[in-house]
């Protein structure tokens, strides 16, 4: 299983954005989506062993699974209209127990420590960092969790979080990439080092 | 100079598609602007020295230059808009002369071999083959032209022309991945084996 954390700082909380601008009022809800479609889609496949979560605004968490995922498509447009269908249905979400919106997409009322503390229980955290290990030296490790951020970086207080929990720090490049390109790049690491869960 | 070319075999020769359905009525154009944006962004940045060229239907080219681009953004509908407006310009195109449409964008009437032919005498063209050197193995070209298909493969006559020109078969791993996540991973390749140029 590879998951990925997405934290969207600017993301909606509220189901009233226009799918035609996810750039501007839904607060980058674009970057999100292009994680989603990195995290879970291969050329006419899915990744079935990934998940994606998105943190909305420290409020919502919204989880995209590979394994039970059915009509989910990857343009942007697509996987937003998932993410708005999950925020129809934040009254639903009580307590850690989601909101079931669609195949394979459940909405939870989660913050990024509520997420973190509850994915870390299945894996091994890993802080992607321009100054950790290069990815081309190191060993993946079993189940990894990846943490990322969407165009801001993280706060001072989400980067304590995780730090405290994670077990390694590796870095991608000297490139500094997207969220969505970073994740492809990891993608691409564990495949070719042999790791055949996709 | 790292450069591009994808082909998009439903895409739109004319300016009258609806930028909320790119993945619908305009051809999976979506999957093009994928492109646009793995080609030619980095994280708060772009790569100067990097070219897309979508090749339309194999009527139109649309060249995409990281060096002039201005006021382009990743997400699929700007770049969707980009090409739209492309498509506003085919009368000035004409020959091998470009309709300058915007800021590091311009249009050609040319099919894919025109484009071949041309862009390939600036570089070395690479083909992307699952049965391929894989590219950890591979030492880099210089100013490598990559050519890639959008959701369709290669007809015959477009990998025979493809064989042709190219010099070099490599495969990015045992994944088979969409175009744009297969350009994220040749741009790392080509940022962590030292290549600067970005």
Chains 1, 2 share one sequence.
Request: hydrophobic share 40%; proline share 5%; net charge negative.
């Amino acid at each position: 299983m590879r998951q990925f954390i997405v934290l969207g700082h600017e993301a909606p909380t509220a189901p009233d954005f226009s799918l035609s601008d996810l750039a501007g009022g839904a607060g980058r809800l674009d970057v999100l989506c292009r994680c989603v479609n990195a995290g879970l889609f291969l050329s006419h496949g899915i990744r079935e062993d990934s998940r994606v979560h998105l943190v909305l605004n420290d409020e919502y968490t919204v989880r995209f699974d590979g394994a039970t995922a059915k009509r989910l498509y990857p343009n942007e447009r697509a996987v937003a209209s998932r993410v708005q269908g999950a925020l129809e249905s934040t009254a639903d979400a009580i307590g850690h127990q989601p909101a079931e919106v669609s195949p394979g997409v459940e909405l939870y009322r989660m913050d990024f420590a509520s997420t973190l503390e509850t994915v870390a229980r299945d894996g091994t955290v890993v802080e992607l960092h321009e100054d950790g290990e290069p990815l081309a030296e190191a060993e993946p490790a079993e189940n990894p969790i990846f943490v990322l951020s969407d165009h801001h970086d993280f706060t001072d207080t989400e980067a304590a979080v995780l730090a405290e929990t994670a077990a390694r720090r590796l870095s991608v490049g000297p490139a500094v990439l997207h969220a969505d390109q970073t994740m492809t790049v990891v993608h691409n690491w564990l495949d070719t080092a042999g790791y055949t869960d996709y």
